[in-house]
């Protein structure tokens, strides 16, 4: 392919400047829902990157052959199918965590960022620059979750990946009660403005 | 009968005030931000919303119980779900610019965003995970569309306000959306002693 973009490029555009969920704004639900625990926001975290991975390998594969009129019904049929394949592995070897995220997982079926980015990327670019690009949004997403559910495991549970950290003191329990999740989200989501502002004025200035 | 008619009533509440799916499923939150900027856009969104998710609550109870599990195909639920909603959506779509135009031009632009929401998925899977009757389906359906349109009222009246409010730059727009409903949330959780277990 010509002008082809560098794979790091691509990797780090879905990383930091598309942000799904700092900067896009999209795909939130399972950014609050289940990032009470670190360990739970990360699993989330990896089912949405390989859904994301293979939903834009699949749909760039077959890009030459998807009527455009059609496109969408094709590409949620797609990630349908790979969602309900991530269901199934995660009930399947790890039946503790799919009681938790169960209907979180089989709802990124209408997660607009999977759409999205087949629609923006994976329908116009080859396999593999589909599927750094696939993963790059992925890693991105999950580190937005791990980043939200560490600041609200820390503060509402006093512990990180169940260790204890908070020593003696008593954790918030707002911090894991839903409205912890969305004051977190907001903060952390101001906390990215604020640094990508700082940030960019200095690389211009 | 009357009984029967209370357990219903109690569906409702639970999923509107107790449940509430914006504030403590966590779902729809993309629409939820996305429309409540201005109130009038976030009622016709519950309008539309509330009749789309009855509807398809009742298609998919119907398709599930009379086709899938006849053919033993449970597993296929997610694929199937998603299919009879993103159809019945294009389906209203198309009825509702033939027969009443005028409702059409309000809500039809809400139509094509619905199909793209959790929710509207959420409510099938819940009602089949929680092996629900046709009339507790449709009980759930409604009682989330009125809580969807609840919390997506509330917001938009807030966020008009915030308008005029001196907000720190970072904060602007989504962030400030976000601590604002998670207070919102907070007060939802007064709710949940209503209905005894």
Known sequence: MKNETPVTKLFSRGLLQENTIFRQAISLCPAIAVTSTVKNGFMMGIAVLFVQAMVNVSVSSIRRWIHPRIRLPIFMLISSGWVTITDMCVAAFAPDIYATLGLYIQLIVAFASILAAAESFASKNGVIASFFDGVGRGTGFTLALIAISAVREVLGKGTILDIPVLFGSKPLLIMILPAGGFITAGILMALFNYLDKKFSNKATA | ?197
């Open chain 2, 1 to 197: 009968m009357s009984h029967e008619f209370l357990h219903l009533l109690e569906i409702v509440i639970a999923s509107s005030l107790i449940n509430n799916f914006v504030f403590t499923r966590f779902l729809g939150l993309c629409i939820f931000f996305g429309v409540s900027k201005k109130t009038e856009t976030a009622v016709g969104m519950s309008i539309t919303f509330t009749m789309v998710m009855m509807i398809s609550a009742a298609a998919s109870w119907i398709v599930f119980n009379y086709l899938m599990i006849p053919m033993h195909l449970e597993f296929l639920k997610i694929v199937v779900f998603i299919g009879v909603v993103a159809g019945l959506v294009q389906a209203s779509d198309t009825i509702m610019k033939k027969i009443a135009p005028a409702l059409f031009h309000k809500l039809g632009v809400y139509l094509a965003l619905i199909s793209t929401n959790c929710i509207i998925l959420a409510v099938p899977i819940i009602s089949v995970d929680e092996k629900y009757s046709f009339l507790e389906s449709i009980a759930l359906g409604l009682g989330s569309g009125l809580g969807f349109a609840i919390a997506l009222i509330l917001m938009a009246s807030l966020r008009e306000r915030l308008e005029l409010a001196n907000v720190p730059k970072p904060f602007k727009g989504l962030p400030i959306a976000f601590v604002i409903t998670g207070m919102v949330a907070l007060a939802f959780t007064g709710f949940s002693g209503l209905i005894a277990e």
